[in-house]
């Protein structure tokens, strides 16, 4: 499937797969490392990140590049399969990869759990084609900042590149509760029968009001719906959820979901 909106009559440079973008007799390879993307930002704001796109369909890799680069996002460069990916984010170090799930040679899951087990910043977005995916629960586990359909928008696909890339997750409070309702009980099993990855920590090293925070984040309140829930203030949340993630090893919010779930904190039907 590909992306529901590319610019009319828009160009752009399409690097061969696991190559920088750019790369060839048209203009110099990206160099490795570039780090954050060569658009101007306005004074004041974040730079734009950085990406690395993971599909082993063409068309989808074009699409998604020229929606990002028409937004000011740069894309540094591309991979075919899983393999290409993991060596691609090694060597350009991009900030956001966008990832395929299912790819061949070495498949979206693996491939996520090596980068992130050699660079733990770098956030990773699944694509996916139907939202209630064993894989995807799986990858949120393992620490995805989240995922995207891919019939996603323009804008939201620009937006969402953006929101991992400040470290937050990209959850969609309904649809990720109903994945982890789905995936986190019962047969934990994907593919051809490897274990679904799990995420387990002793939740006795949080205080009384971290546990109370932490049941609320798995089921999917933002911090301002936290603040309003619990009397506080929104930076007393911030600090509350920070020293969650902290004691628990956890990376953002998606991964705080999956384990309120398997922990038994938050059960399916809670509201």
Do not use: W
């Not at 082993?56 to 990916?85: C, H, K, M, W």
């Not at 693996?110 to 050699?118: D, G, S, V």
């Not at 891919?150 to 969402?160: G, I, P």
């Amino acid at each position: 499937m590909t992306p529901s909106v590319v610019p009319p009559g828009t160009t752009g440079p399409t690097g061969p797969a696991g190559t920088p973008a750019g790369a060839g007799p048209a203009g110099g390879a990206t160099a490795a490392g570039a780090g954050r993307s060569a658009a101007v930002a306005a004074p004041g704001s974040r730079p734009a990140p950085t990406v690395l796109i993971a599909d082993d369909q063409e068309l989808i890799r074009t699409g998604f590049r020229l929606i990002l680069t028409a937004r000011g996002i740069g894309v540094v460069g591309e991979a075919a399969d899983g393999a290409e990916a993991v060596a691609a984010q090694r060597r350009l170090r991009p900030d956001v990869v966008l990832m395929d799930i299912r790819m061949p040679t070495m498949d979206g899951l693996e491939a996520t759990r090596r980068i992130l087990e050699h660079s733990p910043c770098c956030r990773v977005l699944m694509l996916t084609t139907f939202d209630l995916d064993r894989y995807v629960y799986a990858a949120l586990a393992i620490g995805a900042s989240g995922f995207l359909l891919k019939d996603v928008t323009a804008d939201h696909l620009a937006a969402a590149v953006r929101l991992v890339d400040t470290g937050d997750a990209l959850l969609a409070p309904s649809i990720t509760r109903r994945l982890v309702q789905r995936f986190a009980a019962g047969d934990q099993r994907i593919g051809d029968g490897a274990p679904t990855p799990a995420i387990h920590r002793d939740l006795a090293v949080l205080t009384p009001r971290e546990l109370e925070v932490l049941t609320l984040l798995g089921r999917g309140l933002s911090n301002t719906e936290l603040a309003q829930q619990l009397t506080l203030s929104e930076a007393t949340v911030k600090t509350h959820v920070a020293r969650i993630f902290a004691k628990l090893a956890l990376r953002d919010r998606a991964q705080a979901v999956v384990l309120a779930y398997e922990t038994g904190l938050v059960t399916p039907g809670d509201a």
